[in-house]
């Protein structure tokens, strides 16, 4: 499946959250991730963030589809984040 993942937690938490979601997604811009994950890996990963996660006050959103190309996605102004893979 293909997911975007949007996070807002305390700046305290913010390196541990983003270390946690570059082992498993790209990295795109602040506090934003996307890129392809199974069921189980994706079940594996909010496990962790909610270890880390103060749930009165943060928040993780996650936006999900079969494949990316059913999402249309425009950038507009600087892409913070090549997600493209050379081989």
Avoid: H, P
């Avoid at 993942?5 to 990295?27: F, G, I, P, Q």
């Avoid at 880390?52 to 990316?68: A, G, H, K, P, V």
């Amino acid at each position: 499946m293909y997911v975007i993942l949007v996070y807002d937690v305390n700046e305290k938490r913010v390196a541990k959250m983003l270390k946690l979601c570059r082992r498993y997604l790209n990295w795109i811009q602040n506090s934003v991730f996307e890129g392809e994950i199974t069921e189980v890996k994706l079940k594996e990963l909010i496990i962790f963030a909610e270890e880390i996660m103060n749930l009165e006050e943060d928040s993780l959103i996650i936006f999900s589809s079969r494949t990316e190309k059913f999402l249309d996605k425009k950038i507009i102004g600087v892409e913070r984040s090549s997600v493209n893979n050379f081989l």
